[in-house]
T-cell receptor
């Protein structure tokens, strides 16, 4: 069945790069996502990558996808204290009637940024 | 442009009662998804509606139900509330045209006492 795995915690110093890793199991996933959740808030879509891409860069964020190993990573350059949050990796279920269907989420990685 | 909006923000109910949560998708989005985020259980998919029809359902009992209205807004109903239904309920929306972008609302906190 589908499963998305993430490490639970990551601690970095302000200004360093953060790398959050994720592995997924559904090889038919077409899109993979990174969401950010701050305390008491909903999920903020950070970025997504289509499964035929290897890399996507968006300002401080770089997503790397290794489809062979089913490994996804999110790199945050110049990490700031405001980046402290829980980061969720998610994969879309195989296309259902042409749409993306629902997402399968990892349990989230809590990023702590120390000044 | 308004994002996904949910109401109420917080809801306290007694065990055995019914709860109704509401969601308005982003303008132009026809798909609405409901997720439950319970402490220690992560984000669990509940329901997916598109064009008024239920398209997919997660592994939840039938007392979790919902509907989507002609204006694409949606309701989630939870009957016969149990203590373990206490959670943050998140609604998300997407457009079939750009369905790889799925946006979430701020959620509704349901507490069952």
């Amino acid at each position: 069945g589908e499963d998305v795995e993430q490490s639970l915690f990551l601690s970095v110093r302000e200004g360093d790069s953060s790398v959050i890793n994720c592995t997924y199991t559904d090889s038919s996933s077409t899109y993979l996502y990174w969401y950010k959740q701050e305390p008491g808030a909903g999920l903020q879509l950070l970025t997504y990558i289509f499964s035929n891409m290897d890399m996507k860069q968006d300002q401080r964020l770089t997503v790397l996808l290794n489809k062979k190993d089913k490994h996804l990573s999110l790199r945050i350059a110049d990490t700031q204290t405001g980046d402290s949050a829980i980061y969720f990796c998610a994969e879309s279920q195989a296309n259902y009637g042409g749409s993306q269907g629902n997402l399968i989420f990892g349990k989230g990685t809590k990023l702590s940024v120390k000044p | 442009e308004a994002g996904v909006t949910q109401s109420p923000t917080h809801l306290i109910k007694t065990r055995g009662q019914q709860a109704t949560l509401r969601c308005s998708p982003i303008s132009g989005h026809t798909s609405v998804y409901w997720y439950q985020q319970a402490l220690g259980l992560g984000l669990q998919f509940l329901l997916w509606y598109d064009e008024g029809e239920e398209r997919n359902r997660g592994n939840f009992p039938p007392r979790f139900s919902g509907r989507q209205f002609p204006n694409y807004s949606s309701e989630l109903n939870v009957n016969a509330l149990e203590l373990e239904d206490s959670a943050l309920y998140l609604c998300a929306s997407s457009s079939l045209d750009i369905s790889h972008t799925i946006y979430f609302g701020e959620g509704s906190w349901l507490t069952v006492v």
